[in-house]
């Protein structure tokens, strides 16, 4: 997809972080952007912000985790813009702990975010671009975490590796029906973002039980806030994003030399049938 300006895009989690830096970075191709986030007050900022380079900005309140709220997220861009052509489900959160202990509202969280926020945003976009017959893309946020196993990280790389598998069938499935829109898998590692703040947009009948946090889930707690402390500008991604996208590009991975170690060692244990080995991306 060559030509940007003039198009429609469409970001959630757009209010801050990779979402942001996304918009920015199509809205300074000429885009007309969609921010869609479920924080209002980082929302409306981001899109005056953003409006105030020139850039056309809509900014729509959404909840990825319920597909009515996408549904909407659709008919105001539609409306505003008339169309849509580059779809990027971004929107994303982190809860940690031990597997076996990891309360079930941690899951519930996490995977309906990062997983039900892609399957959604693929549900309600990809039907419109294919109607509208238009050349299109669609970017679906997964992670370094989706290419590689750590512990106490389930939920997240569940819904990482789920997000993976679903975008590389509807690659599949889009190529297989000859449709003129593209798919890329964002595998980003640790960014400078305030993915360890998630916590602040947690539904209130999901939250953890309140006390102080298990020894495992302050430990990966930590390790979040270190990762994401030194973590990569987000706009690093969002260049890499946009090249893949004008190069109709699958795989965006890491270009750090120990996360792309920890996904070989691990494709290597598939291939060899060995038991999984503890690489950390260190």
């Known amino acids: 997809m060559e030509q940007l300006s003039g198009r429609v895009a469409v970001v959630t989690g757009g209010a801050s972080g990779i979402g942001r830096a996304l918009a920015e970075t199509f809205g300074r191709e000429g885009m007309k952007v969609v921010l869609?986030?479920?924080?209002?007050?980082?929302?409306?900022?981001?899109?005056?912000?953003?409006?105030?380079?020139?850039?056309?900005?809509?900014?729509?309140?959404?909840?990825?985790?319920?597909?009515?709220?996408?549904?909407?997220?659709?008919?105001?861009?539609?409306?505003?813009?008339?169309?849509?052509h580059l779809v990027c489900n971004n929107a994303g959160v982190f809860a940690g702990g031990l597997c076996w202990s990891q309360p079930l509202a941690d899951y519930e969280w996490v995977l309906g975010v990062n997983m039900w926020g892609v399957?959604?945003?693929?549900?309600?976009?990809?039907?419109?671009?294919?109607?509208?017959?238009?050349?299109?893309?669609?970017?679906?946020?997964?992670?370094?975490?989706?290419?590689?196993?750590?512990?106490?990280?389930?939920?997240?790389?569940?819904?990482?590796?789920?997000?993976?598998?679903?975008?590389e069938v509807l690659y599949h499935e889009l190529r297989g029906t000859g449709a003129k829109i593209g798919v890329s898998a964002l595998c980003p590692e640790a960014v400078a973002t305030n993915i360890d703040a998630s916590e602040r947009n947690r539904p209130a009948g999901l939250r953890a039980?309140?006390?102080?946090?298990?020894?495992?889930?302050?430990?990966?707690?930590?390790?979040?806030?270190?990762?994401?402390?030194?973590?990569?500008?987000?706009?690093?991604?969002?260049?890499?994003?946009?090249?893949?996208?004008?190069?109709?590009?699958?795989?965006?991975?890491?270009?750090?030399?120990?996360?792309?170690r920890a996904c070989e060692t691990r494709l290597e244990d598939i291939r060899l049938a060995r038991n999984p080995t503890f690489a950390p991306p260190v």
């Open 119 to 167: 399957i959604h945003g693929i549900r309600t976009f990809v039907p419109i671009m294919l109607e509208r017959g238009e050349e299109g893309h669609v970017v679906n946020t997964a992670s370094m975490a989706a290419v590689t196993a750590n512990p106490y990280a389930a939920a997240y790389h569940m819904s990482k590796h789920a997000v993976l598998a679903l975008s």
């Open 209 to 260: 039980q309140d006390g102080a946090p298990t020894p495992d889930v302050a430990l990966v707690n930590a390790a979040i806030r270190s990762a994401v402390a030194g973590g990569i500008p987000t706009q690093v991604i969002a260049d890499r994003v946009l090249r893949a996208v004008q190069e109709n590009r699958f795989y965006i991975l890491s270009d750090g030399e120990a996360w792309r």
């Open 36 to 84: 869609a986030d479920v924080e209002p007050e980082a929302l409306a900022k981001t899109a005056r912000e953003i409006g105030a380079t020139g850039v056309e900005v809509l900014a729509v309140g959404t909840d990825v985790t319920k597909q009515s709220s996408v549904d909407s997220l659709a008919e105001q861009t539609l409306a505003r813009f008339g169309g849509v």
